[in-house]
């Protein structure tokens, strides 16, 4: 990885340091051997150490370190010892000569070493383009490839704070915003800006020509990054547009058959009647006029809870009132019809409004009845769990698929079997579900062993900790 100028700089005196020990270490070493020694053997030793320093330090310690050993070679070597005048003019030639090699030898060195070192780093420099465009390209969700991308930038830059801020604040940036610590690069994708890239540093950017290289074509990756976000998001939002226009279809298909069908009974029946039909059939046109009567109803009354219009404030209710008043309420369907209630001896209060949460147990009662074969008993369990009251409305129908237990709660959604089913409207359960959760309590649909369904109500009791009260 290449390093930082500040860090090289740090360990500058180190190297200078470890070399002028060497040279100040051999020379000592050769001293004591000069008698032994040759001219000869004395410039090979002291190249050795220039080729060391040179190729692991660079060419200025090589430099200082090939003139220290020139000096010294004189000085110690090179008679008359102890001074730095020559005697013989051929020694002259070999002291010309040491110090011609030693300098071009730490020239071609460390030409040598920077060559292989900017080598490596442009090598590093293409890997992290390379990674940093399988994240652009690769990443499952499109932000997470940002982060991606903004942590590389930060790495390979070895910057402090790196960020990409939205085409917004970009847009006031015509082109690089710079002072000494911070930069905007703005990221372009084509002509357009399509962000800016922040970097910041309270050290200084440092920025040389080289790594202003380098963040350009990052900052081409951050861009294509960008973009990349910019279509994921322009594509789930076409993706929501088009999941609610089917469901505006369906919900209006589904509303316009509903109102349609008692609509074409009352003019066929009417029509009849005027032709010298029976004259009791008006009782089939109240009949389908009871019942648009009562769609629109719940239309309205689902709009009303949807759109979170104000209600009654929940009291402190009995559930045996509640279970006694729904009973008498859906004693028309239930007729004949054995309900077995299984509760517990303890009297059961709870917060509620009392007549939405009958019209909840009276359209559960109901569906139980209309969605079960008359001779099956309907259970009503009612118990405490915690701080609710569940009030659970047992059948043996046909019960519902795991798949469609969410969706029956969804206004005019009816189970396949059932579409021919005019006896309901097929909001009772969404209005069910609007008015449970108006007042802290839910309704849901789960399977029975054996057969059947199990429809919860869930009520807050009236001295559950969530309720406040101790009554
Ligand atoms: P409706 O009963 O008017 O059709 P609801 O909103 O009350 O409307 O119920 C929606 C659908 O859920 C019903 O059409 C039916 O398909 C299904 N459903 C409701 N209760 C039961 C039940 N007890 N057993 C089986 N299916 C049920």
Redesign the pocket.
């Known amino acids: 990885m290449p390093q930082p100028e500040h860090s090289a700089s740090k360990r500058r005196p180190r190297h200078w340091l470890i070399w002028c020990g060497a040279l100040i270490a051999l020379t000592l070493a050769m001293v004591s051997l000069r008698q032994s020694l040759d001219k000869a053997h004395v410039a090979l030793l002291y190249l050795l150490v220039v080729l060391g320093a040179s190729s692991a330090s660079g060419r200025t310690v090589g430099f200082a370190v090939s003139g220290g050993a020139f000096l010294l070679f004189n000085y110690f070597f090179v008679p008359p010892f102890g001074t730095l005048q020559v005697a013989h003019p051929l020694d002259l030639l070999v002291l010309a000569t040491f110090l011609v090699t030693s300098l071009i030898t730490a020239q071609l060195l460390s030409r040598a070493n920077r060559e292989a070192n900017d080598a490596r780093a442009r090598a590093q420099e293409i890997d992290r383009l390379a990674s940093l465009g399988v994240e652009t390209l690769n990443a499952v969700d499109a932000r997470d490839a940002l982060k991606a991308i903004v942590s590389v930038i930060q790495s390979v830059l070895h910057v402090e704070y790196c960020e990409i801020v939205p085409e917004t604040v970009a847009e006031s940036v015509d082109d690089t915003g710079h002072t000494e610590f911070e930069l905007l690069v703005p990221l372009r994708v084509r002509e357009d800006v399509v962000g800016a890239l922040r970097l910041e540093d309270s050290r200084g950017l440092n920025l040389t020509p080289a790594r202003r290289r380098l963040l350009d074509a990052l900052a081409y990756y951050a861009a294509l990054g960008v973009e990349r976000a910019r279509l994921t998001e322009a594509a789930e939002q076409a993706e929501q547009q088009r999941r609610l226009e089917s469901m505006r279809n369906a919900l209006l298909m589904s509303v316009s058959h509903d109102l349609r069908t008692p609509l074409t009974s009352i003019k066929g029946i009417a029509r009849e009647i005027a032709d010298g039909g029976d004259p009791r059939a008006a009782v089939e046109i109240e009949a389908a006029a009871d019942r648009l009567n009562a769609l629109i109803g719940d239309m309205l009354e689902l709009s009303r809870i949807q759109a979170g219009a104000a209600r009654a404030t929940p009291a402190v209710e009995t559930v045996d009132d509640l279970v006694g008043a729904a009973l008498q309420q859906a004693s028309g369907l239930l007729k004949g019809r054995d309900v077995r209630i299984d509760g517990t001896d303890e009297l059961l209060s709870g917060r509620f409004v009392f007549t939405d949460t009958l019209r909840i147990l009276v359209?559960l009662l109901e569906?139980?009845a209309?969605?079960?074969p008359p001779d099956q008993p309907i259970a009503l369990g009612i118990r405490r769990a915690g701080p609710m009251i569940t009030l659970e409305v047992m059948?043996r129908?046909?019960?519902?698929p795991e798949s469609e237990r969410e969706r029956?709660f969804e206004p005019f959604?009816?189970?396949p079997h059932?579409l021919d089913?005019r006896g309901?409207?097929?909001?009772?359960?969404?209005i069910a579900r609007g008015l449970a959760a108006a007042q802290g309590g839910r309704v849901y649909c789960g399977p029975r062993d054996d057969g059947g369904?199990i429809?919860t109500l869930e009520l807050p009791a009236a001295d559950s900790p969530a309720d406040g009260t101790n009554e």
């Open positions: 359209n569906n139980a209309k969605y079960s059948d129908g046909p019960g519902v029956i959604y009816r189970l059932t089913d309901g409207t097929g909001l009772g359960l969404s369904s429809f």
